[in-house]
């Protein structure tokens, strides 16, 4: 963890946990919350939070990053709409993958 105060990167992708569009990105693992939120402070370009349906609405014990601060969300096409909507509503980028 120590490794990353020196880590900057262009473009992130990363997995969570949970992605909620009132709370945001959340992850179990306290670790894992931690080094997403560095990761997120640390990237200089675009973000990238992968979450198929289930992660969706979802929320776990520690939040890596508020919603305000998501940008882009890829998920599957079994996604519900409404769930969908809420982001896109928020001004995040949504992209289904088939």
């Known amino acids: 963890m120590n490794n990353l105060e020196s880590l900057f990167v262009d473009k992130c992708f990363l997995?969570?946990?949970g992605l909620d569009a009132k709370l945001g990105m959340t992850s179990e693992i306290p670790?894992?919350?931690y080094i997403n939120?560095?990761?997120i402070?640390?990237?200089e370009g675009k973000v990238y939070i992968l979450a198929d349906h289930s992660k969706l609405g979802k929320r776990s014990g520690?939040?890596?990053c508020p919603v305000k601060m998501v940008q882009n969300v890829i998920t599957d096409m079994q996604a519900h709409s409404y769930i969908l909507k809420?982001?896109?509503e928020r001004?995040?980028?949504v992209y289904q993958a088939h």
Do not use: L, P
Request: proline content about 0%; aromatic content about 10%.
């Open 15 to 17: 997995g969570c946990g």
């Open 62 to 64: 520690f939040v890596s």
């Open 91 to 93: 001004g995040i980028s």
């Open 41 to 43: 402070a640390h990237t």
């Open 86 to 88: 809420e982001f896109r």
């Open 37 to 39: 939120s560095q990761m």
């Open 31 to 33: 670790n894992e919350a």
